[in-house]
């Protein structure tokens, strides 16, 4: 009931994410200002996650849920009428407001509908039809860039984007129902109960958060500076990895029940880590096309195993608040981490981010080994 409005509201991801860096760099934005709009859109997510948390548990989860569509479209609309950074920003923050409610609501939703033993496939599976839906809107906007100049391609991508948002928010009113476990108002308003496991978690996600938004604004840049890739060559590049995350959580979720959420997110980070270290150095695009695609499966077994271990320690009647904490402390290593990348590729080696994110990836799996996994 909730993976299809997920898929609507996901359409506008991978074109977004790809073009962004490219189509503002062209309006005149340098590498550090790139990085202030990922970081303009987690800020946002950094100030409302731990806010949708505590709604959520106070007042259910469909309603926030289903309100993540309206501003998810109200972004989309910005973005097709943008013509200053300015306009940029604002867009990014309002993306932002819908991601908060989105996802904290979802990954709740999942939590409150499955069993421990199958919270890692069905994590997977959440990410996976996010992702679907990202690649198929890519290729409706990338079909219109293939027919018309980029900013007249990006204002009809991103009107059509905003029409599937409101799709998807009279799919969600529709079809999505109250999953919350109804407590007593004493129980809601409690000190949230946060042991050292879910501290340990929040760190290590917060820490890979950091490392992964480190390259994702730089990422495109690099190639096109490197490689002097025409923006179709550049799909070409990234493609690949797109398609391997639309459908690999479906599996990997289930090796995360099979085996446990620490071995896949040890597994993750390293797989990750390696690739990152060796991108900058690789003699081709296909090699660069190959190797990030194995980055992107790394991060398919880590992400649903971070999901489902948080929602393994949440206790029922705070569910809500641990999952958007969680989610603030992914925002809080992720808000850091563009301009950071920005400022290192910019004015001091374009090498040293990926090198940079590669040990930092590493230093989350030995955390998650020692805190973990010699218990």
Known sequence: MYLTPVFLGSVSFVFLNFL???YTRQLGADAVAIGGMYTAFIVSMLLFRPVVGWALDRFGRRWFFTGSFLFYALAMVVFSGAETLADFFVARALQGIGASLMWVSARTIVVDLTAEGDRGRQMGRLTSRSVQGSMLGAVYG????GMFPL???????????ALAALVGLLVSLLRVRETAVKVAAPSVNEPLPLDRGLLRLFAIVALSGFATTLIEPIYLIYLQDSFDLSVQGLAFAFFPAGIVFAVLPNYTGRLVDRFGRPRLMVLGFVSAAVVSISLPWLPGILWVALMYTLSAAGRSMSLPAEDAMVGDLAPESHRGRIMGYK???????????PPAGGWVYEYVAPELAFVMNGLLLLVAAVLVWIWFMRR
């Open 20 to 22: 962004l860096p490219i």
């Open 142 to 145: 990338f079909t219109l860039l």
């Open 151 to 161: 900013p007249r391609a990006w204002q009809m991508a991103f009107a059509g984007y």
């Open 327 to 337: 989610e603030a402390a992914v925002a809080l290593g992720s808000a850091l981490g």
